[in-house]
């Protein structure tokens, strides 16, 4: 067993850090404030690499392994979770859905443009009445011939707004169940396609999320992914996967909050002493970096099962699990150590607090996520 990183893993963790600190961090306050989050970043993103982590160079991408992405994950999430979610969902979910399933024709056609930057795209499978239970997809595609008629409603859709590509999760027949489901490739500007206005969030409001709506939107037949009815399947491998992605974003969050606090704990002088010099201080130190050197050990071993080609799905997780977990209780320590200074925006930890949440959510909930432990640990 080997716990150091590669010189290579080093050069990329630290290029994803330069990354953050340079282009991120200025102007990170003023993108949350106004919930934006700028083409030029996603384009300087796509430039180094990190919209197509580990897509094959043959299709663009940068051929490289889950753990570099998880490090890259953890870098720009330390930062601004906004862009992080938009990475994680570009390679995760859209570029990894599309080179694991998608034939030649859909590969070449789209997966290139995703993940060079030259655009983005989303994964939609959430609906109003279908969240944590996928599988009551009210979205419908009725096949007619050579084409399928696209009809329904998708909430809470990251990119929803600024992207080109969609894999859109749709009932194709209900009485076959979780196998009567089918995935699509759907292009912006569908006849029929409409993006609702953007979400007002509590964290990650740099991010772009909104409800999608489908009329009689005409799909090709060339572009479903796979086999008839392999839609819902589709949808939980590649969440398995997106799920490092969450973990590693949730990672960066709670480190992210963690480095901030030690730091602050250093200067900020009570009692004729630094504040780390407290032991109830130092303590809330010593847990929180022993909690995220936990988190960090399930995120790398669940990404290594990716490499490797284990199962990762009990990895994944118990990597978001977990991760999550110690992202939203340390955030909220940070914010402690910081005394006042933490409930104001100019010291970060206020909103990496309200962007930890959202990795307890998204990507399957924290009881969702037991759910697929347990169930693992009894077919065992
Ligand atoms: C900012 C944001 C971005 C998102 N991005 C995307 C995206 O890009 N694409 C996409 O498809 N979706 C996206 N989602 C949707 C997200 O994945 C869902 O919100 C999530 O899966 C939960 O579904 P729900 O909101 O319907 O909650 P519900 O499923 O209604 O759950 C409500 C509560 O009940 C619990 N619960 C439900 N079933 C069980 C059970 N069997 N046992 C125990 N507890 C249970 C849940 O854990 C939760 O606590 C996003 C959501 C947000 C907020």
Redesign the pocket.
């Known amino acids: 067993m080997d716990f150091n990183l590669t010189e290579e893993h080093l050069m990329i963790r630290d290029a994803a850090r330069d990354f953050a600190q340079t282009e991120l961090l200025p102007g990170v306050i003023e993108r949350d404030n106004a919930q934006t989050f700028p083409d030029e970043l996603v384009r300087k993103m796509g430039e180094l690499g990190f919209l197509g982590i580990m897509v094959d160079p043959k299709y663009g991408g940068s051929g490289m392994d889950a753990i570099s992405y998880v490090l890259i994950m953890e870098e720009l999430s330390k930062i601004d979770a906004s862009a992080s979610v938009m990475v994680s969902?570009n390679n995760s979910l859209v570029c990894y859905g599309l080179e694991a399933y998608g034939n030649e024709a859909q590969k070449e056609k789209y997966l290139t443009k995703l993940a060079t930057g030259e655009c983005i795209g989303?994964?939609?499978?959430?609906e109003p009445e279908a969240?944590?239970?996928a599988t009551s997809q009210r979205t419908t595609a009725i096949d007619k011939g050579d084409h399928y008629v696209l009809n329904g409603t998708?909430n809470?859709?990251?990119?929803g707004g600024r992207a080109e590509i969609y894999l859109v999760i749709a009932q194709t027949d209900k009485h076959k169940g979780s196998h009567g489901i089918n995935a699509f490739i759907i292009e912006k500007g569908m006849p029929g396609f409409d993006i609702g206005p953007k979400?007002d969030?509590l964290g990650?409001r740099g991010?772009d999320?909104h409800t999608l709506q489908f009329n009689d939107v005409k799909v090709p037949k060339e572009n479903r992914i796979g086999d008839d009815g392999f839609g819902f399947r589709f949808a939980m491998k590649t969440l398995s996967g997106g799920r490092i992605g969450i973990a590693a974003q949730a990672l960066g969050i709670a480190a992210g909050a963690y480095e901030l606090a030690l730091k602050y704990s250093k200067e900020r002088k009570a009692f004729g002493t630094e504040i780390c010099n407290h032991q109830a201080i130092a303590f809330k130190l010593a847990d929180m970096h022993t909690e995220i050197e936990a988190a960090r050990m399930l995120v790398m071993k669940a990404a290594w099962d990716k490499d490797q080609g284990n199962n990762y799905d009990m990895s994944s997780a118990m990597a978001k699990l977990y991760a999550s977990k110690v992202a939203m209780e340390h955030t909220v320590e940070a914010v402690q150590i910081h005394g006042g200074n933490g409930f104001v925006k100019e010291y970060h930890v206020e909103r990496l607090m309200r962007d930890a949440k959202?990795t307890q959510?998204?990507?399957?909930?924290?009881?969702?996520q037991k759910?697929v432990i347990s169930r693992g640990l009894i077919k065992e």
Do not use: Q
């Not at 989303?122 to 959430?126: E, T």
């Not at 809470?156 to 990119?159: A, E, S």
């Open positions: 969902v989303a994964f939609c499978l959430s969240g944590s239970d998708k809470w859709i990251t990119n979400e969030k990650i991010s999320t959202i959510i998204y990507e399957g909930t924290s009881e969702i759910i």
